[in-house]
């Protein structure tokens, strides 16, 4: 594993293992598991982060075991699908560059929210408030389960929903079609 050394905290005067924590600890300021080379995070479900968690450029398809609250959470550059087992609250979210379909598991309200370079085709399972929303260079089709919060700077650039949504019903048209002729075979 590399990055060893990240694995360790002092806290208190006292060491400790991210992959090790007591059940409810509250980590006071940061972990960083990031460039880890993780398939997967440790158990941290019951732990709050009052600082930054960041778990970005691992092999990681699945936040469960992510601390269930932190104030910052960065994931970026996996190869998340979704957001499920994510943390419940969180101040920033950053999510960009992953495979994310769906923004399910993503917290309810967030000051900023980026989920750019993903291949999203709608913003349904994403937070419901946030001042910054970053959706940009997506497949999207349309901004369905886009907040509703006023006064938000909202980014969906490169994002050509014409193509896409054209993209999309040929693919649905696609396998219709192949059903169709799979159940005439039988």
């Known amino acids: 594993m590399r990055n060893e050394q990240k694995r360790y ?45 960041d778990c970005s450029r691992n092999f990681l398809t699945s936040l469960k075991g992510a601390p269930k609250e932190v104030d910052v959470f960065a994931c970026n550059f996996n190869k998340l699908t979704s957001l499920e087992y994510g943390p419940k609250k969180a101040r920033i979210y950053n999510c960009f560059c992953n495979s994310l379909k769906t923004l399910k598991g993503a917290p309810e309200a967030v000051v900023e929210f980026v989920c750019s ?20 260079k997506n497949n999207l089709i349309s901004l369905y389960g886009a907040p ?4 938000i700077a909202f980014y969906s650039s490169g994002n050509d929903f014409v193509k896409n949504a054209l993209a999309y019903r040929f693919e649905q048209l696609k396998q219709f079609l192949s059903r169709k002729t799979i159940q005439k075979e039988k």
């Open 9 to 53: 905290f002092i806290q208190d005067g006292k060491k400790y293992d991210v992959f090790n924590l007591p059940k409810n600890f509250v980590v006071k300021g940061n972990i960083d598991i990031s460039d880890m080379d993780l398939t997967e995070l440790p158990d941290l479900s019951t732990v709050v982060v009052k600082g930054i968690f």
């Open 117 to 136: 370079y993903n291949q999203l085709k709608d913003l349904e399972g994403g937070p419901k408030e946030a001042k910054i929303y970053d959706c940009s």
């Open 148 to 151: 509703k919060t006023q006064n």
